[in-house]
């Protein structure tokens, strides 16, 4: 059975630098094919999609905010952190994790992702952004 | 970076009903990468269909995708009580893995 949990701040101020983590069970984030995306709603609102990390430490942002984010894993304590830098009122929003099944070609020792579906969520983290 | 459009923004029946609601693409989503998903207030999105047309694990069959290229559709043949929520597609085949806006079916 797959599981994520977020866990992180619930209020930072504005400019400060934010560091989710995202802590899984039920998966190897060593396994070809595998990844773990964010995904963030601000209340009320629609769902982003904001990066993903793959089984390779490949990854992929969202081009809108790729200045402020880095993702990384910790493939040993099964974790995922998200850093997102310069926050802002208008960043106010449940954060998610999700688990992701990779889709990809093989060309002899090359791998291409070619589709990301993520299957599994975490239940999210409010995180408020406010002096 | 594509688009995604969904129609209507509100759905409006009563259980027993069938809800069809579409999901347009500004471009060409590639091997139709479309997937949809539940969301339901306070909860987590769940993902109910993939590749546009193949209902993830555990999924009810009144739930069913179709569409290829740009305009895919979600249809409930008969809704439950607890078919009534938000409803994004999202395409998952070009990054950014973008999300439509969403359908929210409430009952009437």
């Known amino acids: 059975q797959i599981t994520l949990k977020e866990s992180g701040p619930t209020l930072v101020k504005p400019t400060q630098t934010l560091t989710l983590t995202c802590t899984f069970s039920?998966?190897?984030?060593?396994?070809?094919?595998?990844?773990v995306g964010w995904i963030r709603q601000p209340p009320g609102k629609a769902l982003e999609w904001l990066a993903v990390i793959y089984w390779d430490d490949d990854k992929r942002y969202s081009p809108s905010l790729k200045s402020r984010l880095t993702i990384t894993k910790d493939t040993s304590k099964n974790q995922v952190v998200l850093t997102m830098t310069n926050m802002d009122p208008v960043d106010t929003a449940n954060y998610y994790c999700a688990h992701s099944t990779a889709t990809y070609d093989q060309f002899d020792i090359v791998v291409a992702v070619v589709a990301t579906l993520f299957d599994s969520w975490g239940q999210g983290t409010l995180v408020t952004v406010s002096s | 970076e594509i688009v995604l459009t969904q129609s209507p923004g509100t759905l409006s029946l009563s259980p027993g009903e069938r809800a069809t609601l579409s999901c347009r693409a500004s471009q060409s989503v590639s091997s139709n990468y479309l997937a949809w998903y539940q969301q339901k207030p306070g909860q987590a999105p769940r993902l109910l269909i993939y590749g546009a047309s193949s209902r993830a694990t555990g999924i009810p069959d009144r739930f069913s995708g179709s569409g290829s290229g740009t305009d895919f559709t979600l249809t409930i043949s008969r809704l439950e009580p607890e078919d009534f929520a938000v409803y994004y597609c999202q395409q998952y085949g070009r990054s950014p893995f973008t999300f439509g806006p969403g359908t929210k079916v409430d009952v009437k």
């Open positions: 039920g998966f190897s984030l060593s396994s070809i094919g595998v990844g």
